[in-house]
């Protein structure tokens, strides 16, 4: 009787993480469930419960691939079916994690009015009060009409609810972002190793879902608390964004960051060093293939050093290695990456794009 109730504790100690999230899309992630025709009035959700795994709160509508507003398309991202957020509007989904992990969220969105558009983002439960991330969806990155975006958390139970909520009211109670493709991906805190800097190759980063092909936005002013990039932190007014070698060209390994929003554009990572002694700095710098072409120039700061590293691209992949040197003045240095230019693609799409960095690595002079 001894031995069962030994193997019920172990059970019940175990049976959160191995019932906890695996990366991919939440249940319902993609919205191809949906309400009911009498649960709506119109596109209106009117039934808060009644798209599976989801609540429901202010003015939501189910939207069709294909349906318009006006003139105006209401793009969905992948799939047949999507959620568009109106005034004050809000939607949320109960998902069983492992408590103690760090975890990153990743969801398409689109905004549809002329006005410039937020969605605010959080996690239950959650110690810290008022700690959300807020998304400006004033500038859209890709050709499709919808980008990706991502955002960090760490879980403080095995059970934590997601909550998007679009807080502004317009004339139009319409107006708001679409949110499709909502997916989590579970990180284990780095190992123990010789290397300064932490996920220098950025394999460590979002979920990127299979088969789409317009990577994924890391928001603007995420610090390390809810930074998707392991290790890393977005330093700037726009986004950078997360690329894949399915689908873009990466330097190195499988993962890389492209820098899309010129000085607006910038991640950072801050590192344990001695005063006074020298360290070297390598890198890559390259195109994405996704005909971004021209001069392009990456800032770096190291210190109280700054370098620029020229890279000319043609568009269709490529890269280089740099080497830099410089002296540590404190026991922390900030390592900073930045695009000197703004770059657009060439098939006239208008597109924000930029170069890539990938590769990074820090290692300390050795003195004779």
């Known amino acids: 009787m001894k031995s069962v109730n030994v193997v019920l504790v172990l059970l019940c100690a175990i049976l959160p993480v191995a019932l906890s999230f695996i990366d991919g899309l939440v249940p319902n992630g993609d919205f191809e469930e949906g309400p009911k025709p009498w649960q709506m009035h ?7 419960h009644s798209v599976p795994h989801w609540e429901l709160s202010g003015f939501v509508e189910y939207i069709k691939s294909g349906q318009k507003q006006g003139d105006m ?15 004050e509007a809000s939607i949320k989904t109960k998902v069983q994690v492992a408590k103690g992990l760090f975890y990153s969220l990743s969801f398409g969105a689109a905004r549809t009015c002329a006005q410039q558009e937020q969605l605010n983002l959080s996690v239950s439960p959650n110690s810290e009060p008022k700690d959300w991330g807020m998304l400006p969806m004033q500038t859209m990155y890709s050709t499709e009409g919808w980008d990706s975006f991502s955002w960090g958390f760490l879980a403080e139970s095995n059970e934590v609810e997601v909550i998007f909520h679009h807080p502004q009211t317009q004339e139009d109670r319409a107006c708001g972002p679409i949110i499709d493709l909502v997916a989590l991906k579970s990180f284990t805190l780095p190992k123990k190793s010789r290397d300064i800097l932490q996920n220098g190759n950025f394999e460590e980063g979002p979920y990127v879902l299979p088969n789409t092909s317009w990577g994924i936005l890391i928001p603007p002013n995420v610090e390390d608390d809810h930074s998707p990039l392991v290790g890393w932190m977005v330093e700037s007014l726009k986004a950078v964004r997360y690329i894949d070698s399915d689908h873009f060209a990466v330097p190195e390994g499988k993962r890389a960051v492209e820098l899309v929003a010129g000085r607006e554009s910038a991640v950072a990572q801050v590192v344990k060093t001695v005063p006074g002694k020298d360290y070297d700095l390598e890198f890559y ?14 800032e770096v700061n190291a210190s109280n050093s700054t370098f620029y590293v020229p890279y000319e691209s043609k568009g269709k992949g490529g890269s280089k290695l740099a080497l830099l040197r410089f002296k540590a003045e404190t026991g922390r240095t900030r390592i900073r990456f930045l695009s000197s230019y703004y770059h657009m693609k060439s098939d006239f799409s208008g597109s924000l794009c930029g170069p890539v960095v990938d590769g ?5 002079v050795p003195h004779a």
Do not use: Q, W, Y
């Open 42 to 48: 119109g596109t209106e959700v009117v039934d808060p």
């Open 73 to 87: 398309i209401l793009p969905v991202p992948k799939g047949h079916f999507a959620l568009r957020l109106g005034n």
């Open 285 to 298: 710098v390259g195109d994405a293939k996704n005909m971004c072409e021209g001069s392009m120039l990456v």
């Open 360 to 364: 990074v690595r820090l290692v300390r």
